[in-house]
């Protein structure tokens, strides 16, 4: 069983989660974790799908999701072209998800 590698909190949302893909797109900013611009998770909700992300690439919700459990001021999440505002946001199979680094300096 894939879920059995995961810690126990994890392994639940392994286990619960609806299997629906999802495309993400990733800023240059988070792919040291994922290696590629574009990749695949599923969940039910948006937060499920970051879980996933997590599931696959340790530690890369942590830079998406403060611990508040709120985007991160610097972080943008799109689903098909609109911005989400809530992490409970339902998704559907062949969504696409883009998540977007603000910039800022001088």
């Given amino acids: 069983d894939i879920c059995r590698k995961f810690t126990p909190s994890k392994r639940s949302i392994c286990n619960t989660q609806r299997w629906i893909k999802m495309k993400v797109l990733v800023p240059s900013a988070l792919r040291s974790y994922t290696e590629s611009s574009q990749t695949e998770a599923s969940g039910a909700t948006l937060d499920e799908v970051l879980m996933d992300l997590d599931i696959q690439y340790p530690g890369i919700r942590f830079r998406i999701i403060d611990e508040q ?5 610097h972080i943008r999440i799109f689903v098909n072209g609109v911005s989400a ?3 409970s946001q339902t998704m559907h199979a062949n969504d696409d998800v883009v998540i977007v680094q603000a910039l800022s300096g001088g």
């Fill in 69 to 73: 459990q709120k985007v991160r001021r």
């Fill in 85 to 87: 505002e809530l992490l």
